[in-house]
């Protein structure tokens, strides 16, 4: 998958500009607050329609602007011939927005989903390590509602059950009420469980491997702790039936603390050490450096994914995200990437010495108050 065209409206503090990418990726080099990270996320934005960074459409929106927009032609390697071209526009004033494919609006922005598959490696991947289980499920949630067909109907008609079976807990409305939500926020939270556990499976081996290749020292593992009990098996048969058991079990405490206290909305992935007695939680007990890595091996594995569905590497993002490494870990997974990675890579650095991808290839763009020279 490449990018090989992209156009910028109004983005953030990037200046208009039609640029083409050179089919091996680039190196962006600038200065702080120049725009790098708004390019990354004017790309990454053509993916999920949404800032990689969180932040809302409006801030998108170029001071003084009422209407961004981001156009990007995508090249398939070994597909079908033409380009397809993703176009994802937004106003401020009617908070209104607009995604095409080859120019034909669509109605639901799922349709457009994962067009462009790109996997981006920033700065805040930290936080996926140090942060709250909900950090983690997020992650989770994007991977599989861009990987696993039918994930994110699953995920969204669990998310509007649940806040009908809340509401009818918070407001202490009779059992039967309560319970009338129960088979389809059964239904679809197996799905989600069943999905999150099965990825998680087929990951974790690439995920310990990632992390001891980068690591050189020690290893890591990667589990879903689901709120139900899976220990009868992750299929989806069984999946319903520990959450069904879990909801019955639950019943007096989700009474009395007005809220569903079980299901995928309370799951948490586990990153530990492996120590040579006991599994140490990489969010207690990770150093700066190991929590990165293991952040690292996290977007690695979602490479792998997109690779493994789509039958060609994603477009590679890299945000100034060795910079905390020590040199042996930086350059093991640059190792790495080189091995791993064939796709387009677009990386920025504040300085031409920080890129350090041996592509030599790779093209040199700067960028200056927003604007790209090529
Ligand atoms: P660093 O090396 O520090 O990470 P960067 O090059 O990645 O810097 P960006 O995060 O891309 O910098 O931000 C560049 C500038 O864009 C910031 O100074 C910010 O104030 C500005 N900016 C952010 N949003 C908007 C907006 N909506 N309109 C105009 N400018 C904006
Ligand atoms: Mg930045």
Redesign the pocket.
């Known amino acids: 998958m490449r990018l090989s065209a992209l156009t910028l409206r109004h983005f ?2 990037l200046c208009d500009q039609d640029l083409e990418l050179p089919p091996e990726g680039v190196a962006l080099i ?10 990354l ?1 004017a790309i990454y934005y053509l993916e999920t329609f949404r800032s990689y960074r969180g932040a809302p459409d409006e ?5 003084g ?1 009422d209407v961004f927009r981001v156009v990007g032609d995508t090249a398939s390697v070994g597909a079908p011939a033409g380009v397809a071209r993703v176009t994802a526009a937004f106003e401020r004033k009617g908070k209104r927005k607009k995604v095409c494919l080859d120019g034909a609006e669509q109605e639901r922005l799922g349709s457009a989903l994962g067009r462009l598959a790109a996997v981006i490696f920033s700065p805040s991947d930290l936080d996926l390590v140090s942060g709250g289980p909900k950090e983690r499920r997020r992650f989770l949630d994007i991977v599989l509602s861009l990987n696993v067909p039918g994930y994110l109907g699953s995920l969204q008609e669990y998310r509007h059950v649940l806040g009908q079976r809340n509401a009818a807990l918070r407001d202490a409305l009779p059992l039967s009420v309560v319970q009338a939500w129960d088979p389809g926020l059964v239904n679809s939270g197996a799905e989600v469980i069943a999905a999150r556990s099965h990825w998680l499976q087929g990951v974790s081996k690439g995920f310990g491997d990632y992390y001891e290749r980068v690591s050189n020292d020690g290893r890591a593992r990667i589990t879903y702790e689901s709120s139900p009990d899976l220990s009868a098996g992750t299929s989806l048969d069984a999946v319903r039936d520990a959450f069904r058991a879990a909801l019955v079990r639950a019943g007096d405490r989700d009474r009395r603390m007005g809220t569903t206290t079980v299901g995928p909305h309370r799951d948490e992935v586990r990153l530990a050490l492996e120590d040579a007695n006991e599994a140490l939680d990489l969010r207690d007990y990770g150093s700066g450096g190991q929590r990165r890595t293991a952040a690292l091996a996290l977007r690695l594995v979602e490479a792998d994914t997109v690779r493994d569905r789509r039958g060609e590497s994603p477009l590679i993002l890299v ?2 995200a060795f910079a905390e490494l020590d040199e042996g870990r930086s350059e093991r997974v640059l190792d790495l990437m080189e091995a791993t990675e064939s796709g387009q890579v677009v990386l ?1 650095a ?1 300085k031409e010495t920080d890129v350090r991808l041996k592509r030599q290839s790779l093209a040199r763009w700067r ?1 200056k108050a ?1 604007r790209v020279a090529t």
Request: charged share 30%; glycine share 12%; aromatic share 8%.
């Open positions: 953030r503090n600038g200065d702080n607050a120049q725009g790098k990270s708004n390019f996320e801030q998108l929106v170029r001071f602007s945000d100034d920025t504040p960028i927003g």
